[in-house]
């Protein structure tokens, strides 16, 4: 068995975690691996979701492949995490796992909430209430949130744009 890497997020951890390992791990197995690395984590009483995934995977469970090879896990103590979007004086909620993408959570609320085009959604970003925080599309929406308050609240905004260029586009 050749030699993968596990990506993951999770609370408690605010940049991502690579760990090596051979393929096949289980659930348990990368919990155990996290526990090794971050002791003081607790890990070993949250859950381990595949990346997207809406249920929790068993511990003796092995964690599926990506179509890259390797591994995208996101580990928490919340089941589901509930998510509200502003925009244009509406809201929508909605419960995601935890390891659901912000880009996932964007589309649900841009195409299917609120009924934006195609083009006119990809204008716009999440942006966490309150705040000029907009996370990364391929963040997991559960390192934004702890237990026991496993919810957020974000708005649909548009993308700004410096002398023509959309924000992302700098990145």
């Known amino acids: 068995m050749e030699d993968v890497h596990t990506f993951v997020q999770g609370e408690g951890f605010p940049q991502m975690v690579i760990l090596p390992h051979r393929a096949g791990i289980t659930a348990a197995e990368v919990k ?10 607790g890990v ?15 511990n003796d469970e092995r964690v599926p492949t990506c179509a890259d090879g390797h591994l995208r896990v996101h580990v928490h103590r919340c089941r589901h995490v509930s998510v509200t979007v502003k925009f244009a004086g509406e809201t929508a909620d909605r419960r995601f796992s935890p390891a659901a993408t912000i880009a996932r959570i964007k589309r649900w609320a841009a ?14 970003v999440l942006q966490i209430a309150g705040t000029v925080t907009r996370p990364e599309p391929d963040t997991h929406v559960g390192t934004l949130v702890h237990c026991p308050d496993c919810a957020i609240v974000f708005d649909l905004v548009a993308i700004e744009r410096i002398n023509g260029a ?5 990145r």
């Open 166 to 170: 959309a924000e992302y586009e700098k």
């Open 44 to 58: 070993s009483e949250m859950l381990v979701f595949q990346e997207e995934g809406e249920d929790p995977l068993r």
């Open 32 to 41: 155990q691996q996290l526990t090794d690395k971050y002791p003081a984590s």
């Open 111 to 124: 195409l299917q909430a609120f009924g934006l085009s195609e083009d006119d959604a990809s204008e716009h």
